[in-house]
């Protein structure tokens, strides 16, 4: 089994910045992507942003430029720094890795989510 524990989330004014963290432990040999994704209220879960283990990022148009997702692989952990933020980036975020375990399966697990709210 993999725990992630993940924090940074919070209150913040518009234009403020945040960053989360989230760190993995447990069974893994390997952890392969690494991201963040968000839910808003009644909003589906979208992907906010990933980086694979040699470092290839992706993002959601709407936090281009804004948001920086990293990792630090001998630590296990990634991290979402969020400047710039708006309203409409309140939602939970939650932490989400795919590891290859000690017997070479892959899985997928996910944090409990952290809450940011950004105020107008």
């Known amino acids: 089994q993999v725990r992630l524990v993940e924090s940074g989330g919070g209150l913040v004014q518009a234009g403020g910045s945040l960053r989360l963290s989230c760190a993995a432990s447990?069974?893994?040999?390997?952890?392969?992507?690494m991201g963040w994704y968000r839910q808003a209220p009644g909003k589906q879960r979208e992907l906010v942003a990933e980086?694979?283990?040699?470092?290839?990022?992706n993002y959601v148009d709407s936090v281009k430029g804004r948001f920086t997702i990293s990792r630090d692989n001998a630590k296990n952990m990634v991290y979402l720094q969020m400047n710039s933020l708006n309203p409409e980036d309140t939602a939970v975020y939650y932490c989400?890795?795919?590891?290859?375990?000690?017997?070479?399966?892959?899985?997928?697990?996910w944090g409990q989510g952290t809450l940011v709210t950004v105020s107008a």
């Open positions: 989400n890795v795919h590891v290859t375990s000690w017997e070479y399966r892959l899985l997928e697990f």
């Open positions: 447990g069974s893994i040999r390997v952890i392969n992507d």
């Open positions: 980086v694979s283990f040699g470092g290839s990022t």
